[in-house]
């Protein structure tokens, strides 16, 4: 009889196209999962079934709807009033302030004696700075009351994937729960904890202090794919421009942008680019990239979020919308998940996600071994409780 794989139960929130159930892998299992977006829930229903999956808004989930007691909750709860493309609010705003709900549910649980005994939320940078750090500061306090261990770690998956897309992840386990040897520091590590971050930590109440930790997180050893690995010769979701669209981009360029591409001309190989277009001093520009990784997706409202591919091979040059499969590739997604067939479905879909490989490493290294320092707790517990029940019995 072989041994089988621990299997540890996971919430998936603000689950989107799946794309955290992707990154826990085989070791994780998902109990329930949720998502406003009736397309995403789709798409998300397509490659995962739809037994575990709730649509609807999660100020509406009850507690009865959760199963058991899941050992992580995972919420990547929506950025939109904290990006720097937003509006400001923050978390009082009606977006990101979703937060509340989800957390009002926990907390719910915990009234039940089934909070998970590790949180972990994730979006954009812009929380650290949000109100000068203090919608931060609110999480962490929050984490704190409720009994929980906090840190937090920003994750560029240009570390993983051909994508420079910088995000915040926060990870608290309940302080019950004896932290694993050698997954916090006793400083701060550059690397994942920026200088903003440390400000906003030095300025926390007392309380929230105490419980703060720093997530001791190695770099990566794998190489990241170059960005021309993950181009489609002949995309079926896109065309090439035609000679003139690719001509009013190149017109668009200032000079040291047109530079990048003369540049490209004499290497004597294909280079491949990405240009995003930007309003500079009132002036819509076109901004190339040949560094071998692609600008971070956003979800399109407009055609200037939409990114471009540009390919130089000496005096040919072409352009095109990046494609659904590469803005996938770009997350980390295999190329066996199920994509929308309408383009701006898919790229929102990509475009609101989180990179899967750091969501694997983070479970690798973090979340795998507290989910396992639990385990050890709850068998002990275990243990002395049938013992107990034998010596009452006798």
């Not at 977006?95 to 979006?123: C, D, H, T, Y």
């Not at 997954?183 to 419980?211: C, F, G, M, Y």
């Not at 079926?236 to 190149?250: G, K």
């Not at 066996?336 to 899967?356: C, F, Q, S």
């Amino acid at each position: 009889m072989t041994n089988q794989p621990q299997l540890f139960g996971f919430y998936e929130f603000f689950a989107g196209g799946g794309m955290a159930r992707m990154g826990l892998g085989d070791s994780w299992n998902c109990m329930f999962a949720n998502d406003f977006d009736s397309k995403k829930g789709a798409v998300y229903a397509a490659n995962f079934g739809e037994k575990d999956l709730h649509v609807g808004d999660v100020a509406q989930v009850l507690t009865s709807q959760l199963p058991g007691r899941a050992m992580l909750a995972w919420g990547s709860f929506p950025c939109q009033d904290l990006s720097l493309a937003g509006n400001g609010k923050g978390l009082a705003g009606s977006r990101s302030g979703v937060f509340w709900a989800f957390w009002k549910l926990l907390n719910s649980l915990r009234a039940e004696q089934r909070m998970p005994p590790i949180i972990a939320l994730e979006n954009v940078s812009g929380l650290i700075t949000s109100h000068g750090g203090k919608d931060l500061a609110a999480l962490v306090e929050c984490l704190a009351i409720a009994g929980y261990r906090v840190g937090a770690l920003e994750v560029d998956a240009a570390h993983f994937v051909p994508q420079s897309r910088p995000r915040l992840f926060i990870v608290a386990m309940q302080k019950a729960i004896p932290l694993p040897k050698g997954i916090t520091a006793k400083t701060p590590n550059p690397a994942w904890h920026r200088k903003k971050l440390q400000d906003v930590v030095e300025a926390l109440s007392a309380n929230a202090r105490k419980s703060w930790v720093w997530w001791k997180l190695p770099m990566p050893e794998e190489s990241v794919p170059h960005l021309e690995e993950i181009i489609e010769d002949s995309p079926a979701s896109v065309q090439w421009h035609r000679p003139e669209e690719t001509m009013r981009l190149l017109e668009m360029m200032t000079a040291a942008n047109l530079a990048k591409v003369n540049d490209a001309k004499k290497t004597g190989s294909p280079q491949v680019g990405t240009i995003y277009k930007r309003t500079r001093d009132g002036i819509q520009r076109a901004e190339i990239r040949f560094d071998g990784l692609s600008g971070c997706l956003r979800t399109p409202s407009g055609g200037s979020s939409r990114q471009i591919v540009m390919v130089v091979d000496g005096k040919k040059i072409r352009s095109r919308l990046i494609s659904s499969r590469e803005t996938a590739r770009l997350m980390g997604i295999p190329d066996t998940y199920k994509l929308p067939e309408r383009y701006n479905e898919a790229y929102h879909l990509t475009g609101d996600g989180v990179v899967v490989p750091v969501v694997a490493h983070l479970a690798e290294h973090i979340l795998a071994p507290i989910a396992l320092s639990v385990s050890r707790v709850e068998a002990e517990a275990q243990k002395h409780a049938a013992q107990n029940e034998t010596l009452f019995a006798a």
